[in-house]
């Protein structure tokens, strides 16, 4: 490949990745976007279509209103000019049968009959107050004791009823099972509102209409509202594969788009919300993918409108724009290398000389070193350093570029070989470390004891030692040990102090004698001067007896299946491999039944958290007294669950090893 080939691409690539970029960072947002404009859509789409419901109903309250106040008008009209009438009559005529008669034909749509004079049922009733307070209109279903909806009886009302009447409305009559209104006018009244008739004798013109005919014409424009609703609904653009629902609070769909059978089971809490607060919003997930649901709450007709739309659909439009950003980019990265290739070749005619040296550079194998000679070669005597123009300048960077490569690929290569040497010899280290250490864990468990240990090292290799093996004589030795430093000289310092130790224990030397001839021998061959703080012991399962000798070590902590806790607080002298010539002292303890001896290192009470402090004593004290129930194993990981809980994410800052010698007896319910 040509190096002007390799620029075009180079200028290519880079407006690819940058548009590449571009649409990266910009899509989350985009489909964000156009979803949460879709979603608005589909809201705005729930509300229109909730708005055009709400509003036939408001149109119906409004033309119920209308119809009853026009109505009360036309009855108070008519019910006046009928009291107009009356007193015409008795003014002019005096009392006769001829008066009763026009007066009667005055009332002649009294007692049920109906009003020739209206499209209105209503009829117009002459009684006097007495007769209501007694009797109530029976003619019209109301008895005397018979309140309206503002608990009055018509006792209260003709009690102080005013010149121009007063209108009343009971809820039923006795008649019928339907509202009925009526208007109260004082016949006897005069300008004053003061009766001359006398008491009980006043006259009182009722009139009487049952509102259900009213309101005939209203509930018809409701139903064909309601109808057009319903036949508009069918015929709504929505969403493929969505649902359009309008349900009842029986659980009916009085019309529907779409099947609600996979998703009534998952819309039961947007109900309930939608009924509390007129509007629910959430995502349910389906056999065919999670739906936007949005139900609203028609309070008015006790409906619930029900919308859902499958979120691949709302995201379609989002991602229909990436694709043609997509296609555009690739577009603009076409005629941008093409563009390039044309300046490029024009630019690029005087490097034709490079060419070959290129090529020679890039079948360059920098693993080989006659290869990286070979380019060292031709960048100091083929290429022309000498000239004096772009290429000159060019040939100069070019040589000194790859006499920096050269040097680089060959400092690389050494570092690269530098390091997996050590990196192996750290892998076998560490196997080798491990190999030495017994895996206590998988050994079966014998009568009358039971031993487990666990091993943290902080990096590939740790100092930290633990063994426990049985003598000649059926004793079992327990070792546990802690050399200073860490890596590579403390897994050395610790195998040869774990060797030593082995050799003593096995060689018959009770703890103290073996410490003291360890301890000559680490000292002898310490030029480091490092150390190791050990503790050894001899425990006999017969006659329960433990022989310990405790070199500087973390004292050990017996714990019994109560939880009850004691520490072996003699030391047998400093620590082991410092300094010459020191006789350790040898001490004896009883590992009663059901009491376990828990050695550690002073990593597991040294571990920080952040805010650097230790993890302590007294929390190891407390971990052990509430897990000591358990069989060894279970001990370590529970302290150490604890330690990784306390230390948090503050790396290890030291090796942990725990070895804990447990005699069963009672202890877990174990037969001694």
Known sequence: MTLRTKLSLSVGCAIALSIALTLFLTWQRVSDYVLFMEEKHFASLAETMEHNLQSSYREYLSSKVRTVLSTKQQMRSMTLDARN???????????????????????????????????????????????????????????????????????????????????????????????????????DADATGVSHAPLGMDRVLVSGLLLTSLFQEADSLLRHRIDTAKQNFEHIPFYGKGLLMI????????VQRGDAHSFEENLGPLYAVARSQDHAKGRIETEQGEYLCHIAWIDAYNWYLVMAAPLNVLRTPSSQLISRLLMLGLVIVLASTLFTIFMVMRAMRPLHQLRDWTNELAAVDPSSTSSLDALENMLSQRLNLKRRDELGDLARSFASMGRELVSNI???????????????????????????????????????????????????????????????????????????????????????????????????????????????????????NMFVTLFLAVYDPATKELLYANGGHCLPFIVDARGHLRQLENLSGPLVGAMPCIDYLLFKDILADGES????????????????????????????????????????????????????HEPPSDDIAMLTACRPGTRNGDAA
């Open 410 to 528: 060959r400092s690389s290569m050494a570092a690269m070989t530098v390091q997996k040497r050590i990196e192996g010899e750290l892998n076998a280290a560490k196997d080798i470390q491990m190999g030495i250490l017994p895996d206590l864990n998988a050994a079966p468990p014998e009568p009358g004891f039971s031993v487990a240990a666990f091993l943290e090292p902080a990096r590939e290799v740790g100092g930290d030692l633990y063994d426990c093996f049985t003598l000649d004589d059926g004793r079992k030795a327990i070792v546990l040990g802690d050399v200073s430093g860490k890596g590579v000289p403390a897994a050395l310092f610790m195998t040869m102090s774990l060797t030593l130790t082995r050799y003593a224990l096995r060689s018959g030397l009770d703890p103290a004698q073996a410490m003291t001839q360890v301890n000559t021998l680490l000292e002898e061959h310490n030029p480091g």
């Open 85 to 187: 009438d009356l007193q015409v009559l008795e003014q002019h005529l005096p009392p006769s049968e001829q008066r009763r008669q026009l007066g009667m034909a005055l009332m002649s749509n009294h007692d049920g009959e109906r009003a020739s004079q209206t499209t209105e049922n209503f009829s117009i009733l002459l009684t006097t107050v007495g007769d209501l307070r007694l009797l109530g209109i029976p003619a019209m279903g109301i008895d005397a004791q018979m309140r309206n909806v503002k608990q009055q009886t018509c006792a209260d009302i003709v009690l102080n009823l005013p010149k121009d009447g007063e209108f009343a409305l009971w809820s039923n009559s006795k008649h019928k099972d339907e509202p009925i209104l009526l208007f109260f006018l004082p016949v």
């Open 597 to 648: 001896c828990f050695l550690y290192t002073d990593g597991l009470t040294e571990a920080m958290n952040a805010d650097k402090e230790l993890y302590g004593e007294k929390r190891l004290a407390a971990c052990l007294a509430a897990h000591a129930d358990v069989d060894p194993h279970s001990l370590h990981k529970a302290v150490f669950a604890d330690i990784c809980a306390f230390r948090g």
């Open 247 to 254: 349900r009842d609070t029986k659980g009916e769909a009085l």
